[in-house]
């Protein structure tokens, strides 16, 4: 075959590492494909079509922040922060409670998506347990987690679709609170 490997051969250079590292890369990896096919769901919301696509790109510089160099800044942080508030106003009275992960197409991918972001997270630990991540990248990750919850439910506001409260039997209900400055 000449002198290198066919590289169609090799669907990612790392994953025949043992270290977490390449579980956080492949598991990053497919949140930002469920944010871009979620994307694609909401093409008529303009501006939540526009926020995820920025969401794709900011979690690919998640994913590169870990083995390379840190791509993910303070303002990227505060930027993400600010999209949440912008959601959760837009959500206020539907976020109180647990809700179910149900609705439109495009909440239902969102709900993926958010799941998706927590497995991001858990490889984002396991990865700290063998070397140092600056914990920028997990109040992003988190963070990221709970913004894509509340578009999720913004998602289904726009779509004139109610969300369905969930009442746990296993642990006690805890609602909300609106922080007072």
Same mark, same amino acid.
């Given at each position: 075959?000449?002198?290198? !490997?066919?590289?169609?051969?090799?669907?990612?250079?790392?994953?025949?590492?043992? &270290?977490?590292?390449?579980?956080?890369? #492949? &598991? /990053?990896?497919?949140?930002?494909?469920?944010?871009? &096919?979620?994307?694609?769901? *909401?093409?008529?919301?303009?501006?939540?079509?526009?926020?995820?696509?920025?969401? *794709? $790109?900011? +979690?690919?510089?998640?994913?590169?922040?870990?083995?390379?160099?840190?791509?993910?800044?303070?303002?990227?942080?505060?930027?993400? /922060?600010?999209?949440?508030?912008?959601?959760? $106003? $837009?959500?206020?009275?539907?976020?109180? &409670?647990? +809700?179910?992960?149900?609705?439109?197409?495009?909440?239902?991918?969102?709900?993926?998506?958010?799941? $998706?972001?927590?497995?991001?997270? @858990?490889?984002?630990?396991?990865?700290?347990?063998?070397?140092?991540?600056?914990? @920028?990248?997990?109040?992003?990750?988190?963070?990221?987690?709970? =913004?894509?919850? =509340?578009?999720?439910?913004?998602?289904?506001?726009?779509?004139?679709?109610?969300? #369905?409260?969930? =009442? /746990?039997? /296993?642990?006690?209900?805890?609602?909300? !609170?609106?922080?007072?400055?």
């Amino acid at each position: 075959m000449g002198k290198g !490997k066919d590289m169609r051969y090799l669907c990612y250079p790392y994953m025949r590492e043992a &270290q977490t590292t390449v579980d956080f890369e #492949i &598991q /990053s990896d497919a949140l930002a494909v469920r944010i871009g &096919q979620a994307a694609s769901l *909401v093409v008529p919301l303009e501006e939540l079509h526009s926020d995820l696509l920025k969401l *794709v $790109e900011m +979690v690919y510089h998640l994913n590169g922040s870990v083995r390379g160099k840190m791509a993910i800044s303070a303002a990227d942080v505060h930027k993400l /922060s600010d999209l949440y508030d912008r959601y959760v $106003e $837009e959500t206020e009275e539907s976020i109180k &409670q647990f +809700v179910l992960p149900q609705g439109s197409a495009a909440a239902c991918a969102l709900h993926v998506c958010r799941s $998706e972001a927590k497995k991001t997270v @858990r490889a984002l630990h396991r990865v700290s347990l063998e070397r140092e991540v600056p914990e @920028r990248l997990f109040d992003y990750a988190h963070l990221l987690a709970n =913004v894509l919850f =509340v578009m999720a439910v913004y998602a289904n506001k726009r779509q004139g679709i109610e969300e #369905i409260p969930f =009442v /746990s039997k /296993s642990y006690p209900v805890k609602t909300r !609170k609106k922080e007072i400055n």
